[in-house]
């Protein structure tokens, strides 16, 4: 019996989990807290760990971290072999001669909207899930933040999280009326 194997997909995941090692292993050695979100938490990491071969690819890294810390995260990624750049008002860190904003890790701000449009700010700090050695907000601030910020892609996030049975009722009942309605309008398209 014959087996293919999707080699591009491969590659790219290995592109993003090796780019995720660095951020560890930069964030670890200088003693500094991150917590990924975006669609690798949420598209491929939390719905991998509930239902394998469901998860989604995404193209970069998201993470959240401290706006005080960001002098001591430009250092220490240097040591791993990233650098610190702000690209068109988003402050993020590139392999050092690939510089690509689309494969880079984007970095956002503890306690910050990440637009002022939006109706909360990030979370802070506080406990985390580890897949895959890495360190992941909590499902129910990943579920808040993408419910607020309620783009295509999230809607699309959310909608795998949904199948893979991760938003639960107590995940929901947490949720803020207006976010509620958000995830019940989400649920209700097909």
Do not use: W
């Amino acid at each position: 019996m014959t087996t293919f194997v999707n080699t591009f997909f491969e590659k790219r995941v290995d592109q993003l989990f090796d780019l995720g090692e660095l951020v560890e292993r930069a964030f670890a050695s200088a003693g500094l807290e991150y917590r990924v979100v975006g669609g690798l938490a949420a598209a491929y990491l939390y719905v991998e760990e509930a239902e394998p071969d469901a998860g989604r690819l995404t193209r970069d890294i998201d993470i959240l971290v401290r706006r005080e810390d960001l002098r001591k995260i430009a250092l220490a990624a240097e040591t791993v072999g990233l650098e610190y750049r702000r690209v068109a008002g988003v402050d993020m860190l590139v392999q050092q001669g690939k510089a690509s904003a689309r494969r880079a890790v984007h970095m956002m701000f503890t306690g910050e909207k990440v637009r002022q449009e939006y109706l909360q700010p990030t979370p802070e700090f506080g406990a985390y899930t580890r897949i895959k050695g890495l360190r992941l907000v909590p499902l129910a601030d990943l579920v808040t933040m993408k419910l607020t910020s309620c783009r295509l892609k999230d809607e699309t996030h959310l909608k795998d999280l949904d199948e893979a049975g991760l938003i639960t009722a107590e995940i929901e009942g947490r949720l803020p009326a207006i976010l509620r309605e958000r995830l019940g309008r989400i649920r209700a398209r097909e």
